[in-house]
């Protein structure tokens, strides 16, 4: 998935898909990670899980990224929250 993002040449009809898909998969992963928590698993099982659920958020900005790109605007930048 990663090197079809990056590829200048992927039609904008599949980087639509693909972003849909992609925030599918990320909100069932929500739903997941969520019930997860409620059966009170283990911590090291959750942190595994907020990995995953941070891969899930960075595919999806990278696609919603390159649905701008391949629409003639400025990406998306996210600034750092103060630590």
Do not use: C
Request: overall charge negative.
């Amino acid at each position: 998935m990663a090197t079809l993002v990056v590829k200048p040449e992927l039609p904008l009809e599949i980087a639509s898909r693909l972003y849909r898909d992609v925030e599918k998969g990320a909100r069932t992963f929500d739903r997941i990670l969520s019930d997860m928590e409620d059966a009170d698993v283990s911590d090291e099982l959750l942190q595994a899980a907020d990995a995953l659920a941070e891969l899930w958020s960075q595919l999806s900005a990278a696609l919603a990224n390159k649905l701008r790109e391949l629409q003639g605007l400025p990406p998306i930048t996210m600034s750092e929250a103060p630590h």
